[in-house]
């Protein structure tokens, strides 16, 4: 006669042999292995810093390669769009490891959370942190903030650059649809325009800005990804219908999308 334990035995070894062979698709493992999920563990989430109020501000690495791209969404509040669009492109290279063969891949979904939280553009301290970066045309004000990286948000933005050495940046904004560049970026702005509707427009360096310290003082091309306003309104999967393979082509420039 069988035991208890004998019978609770066999019955986990049944269950793993109808999973292996696709016999049963099992919810509460999520992580197992499927055809549409073929990376077994996704990479870690890790918490570059805080903000003012104190939220965790989280960043992915992606790939081992050389060639390195720094994706960002969200440092203005109020233009949160970027930020649901990242995250799919996060899950989407997650699932395509070959793309990540040579290259990294460097994604802050949310780098002004407070701002988001508040649906302001600037962070708790109402300052613009998109004004707050060391550069030569920066100007010491309200907006722009005390000093150089006086706020914890444009802080962990600088970190992340000097840690991890891309090659390009993108930023993710709203609402004036266009693909502004800074920088040596011309020809990344051009190739990311081949793959959506927004037309390459050259803005200016503002005072202070990602664009003027990363893409003027640097050297590092960088482009700032403006959607429209109304690109809030959208879906996930409707986001990254019509920008996903922008955002692909910046990580396998100066390769084709295929």
């Not at 070959?98 to 301290?125: C, F, M, Q, S, W």
């Amino acid at each position: 006669m069988d035991t208890k334990r004998g019978i609770i035995k066999r019955t986990y070894i049944l269950l793993a042999v109808l999973i292996l062979t696709g016999c049963y698709k099992s919810t509460e493992f999520p992580d197992l292995v499927t055809p549409e999920s073929p990376v077994l563990i996704p990479p870690q989430k890790q918490i570059a810093g805080k903000s003012v109020e104190g939220r965790p501000i989280m960043y992915s690495v992606l790939g081992q390669g050389s060639d390195v791209t720094f994706i960002m969404a969200t440092i203005h509040g109020d233009e949160p769009a970027g930020t649901p669009l990242v995250n799919y492109l996060l899950k989407y290279l997650n699932q395509r490891p070959e793309l990540l063969l040579g290259r990294k891949v460097v994604i802050l979904p949310l780098a002004n959370p407070d701002g988001l939280a508040n649906n302001t553009r600037h962070n708790a301290n109402d300052v613009d942190l998109n004004r707050n970066f060391i550069a030569d045309n920066r100007k010491d004000n309200k907006q722009s903030g005390p000093s150089p990286i006086s706020e914890p948000e444009a802080h962990i933005i600088n970190q992340l650059i000097l840690q991890h050495a891309p090659d390009r940046i993108v930023s993710i904004h709203q609402p004036y649809a266009c693909i502004d560049y800074d920088g040596p970026g011309e020809f990344l702005a051009h190739q990311m325009a081949l793959y959506c509707d927004l037309p390459v427009k050259k803005l200016g360096a503002r005072p202070g800005s990602l664009g003027s310290y990363a893409g003027v003082e640097l050297g590092i091309p960088i482009i700032t990804f403006e959607m429209l306003e109304n690109d809030s309104n959208l879906t996930t999967e409707m986001l990254w219908q019509k920008y996903g393979k922008a955002l692909l082509a910046a990580i396998l420039y100066p390769n084709p999308v295929q």
